[in-house]
């Protein structure tokens, strides 16, 4: 495997936690283009129904943080645990950290495109804004505290 430096570790943890603000940005650029007039006016009536469950978005994005954290240690041990003992190196070990780490991150992303998702059925912005910051905090908290190290 090709080695890693901090530099490309910190670069894709910054790619991952950006990506949710980003579909934010492209969702509402994609449609205010894209989508009729007549839009608007089903996202108004639709909005006091959905804006309540996208304030529950939020703490969901707190407690897939924590499953982060769960899903990173198992993938790293299912993947350290597949290899013989004389090829479970420090390079493997990070290795399998690296690989876990970019799919753990995942896990608070899912509350908050699902928010994303529904702003465009249209909850208003401000919880949106709220799933999506902390899930963004919690991708970066994996990423710092499951940082792989740079030899891998």
């Known amino acids: 495997m090709p ?12 790619i991952v936690a950006a990506s949710t603000p980003l579909a934010l940005a492209v969702e509402t650029g994609m449609r205010l283009l894209l989508f009729p007039p007549e839009f608007e006016e089903l996202r108004t009536f639709l909005r006091p129904t959905i804006t309540p469950w996208v304030w529950l978005m939020t703490p969901v994005a707190v407690v897939t943080t924590g499953a982060g954290f769960v899903i990173h240690r198992r993938l790293v041990a ?10 479970r190196t420090p390079e493997a070990s990070a290795a399998a950290n690296f690989d876990a780490l970019m799919l753990s991150t995942s896990a608070p992303q ?7 998702f529904a702003f465009m059925l249209g909850s208003e912005l401000l919880p949106v804004c709220a799933a999506i910051g902390v899930a963004t905090i919690g991708v ?13």
């Open 3 to 14: 080695a890693r430096s901090m530099t490309h570790v910190v670069g894709l943890l910054a």
């Open 78 to 87: 299912a993947e350290l645990g597949k290899l013989p003992e004389a090829e």
């Open 110 to 116: 899912v509350p908050a495109l699902l928010s994303v």
């Open 140 to 152: 970066l908290s994996l990423g710092l505290a499951l940082r792989p190290h740079a030899a891998a």
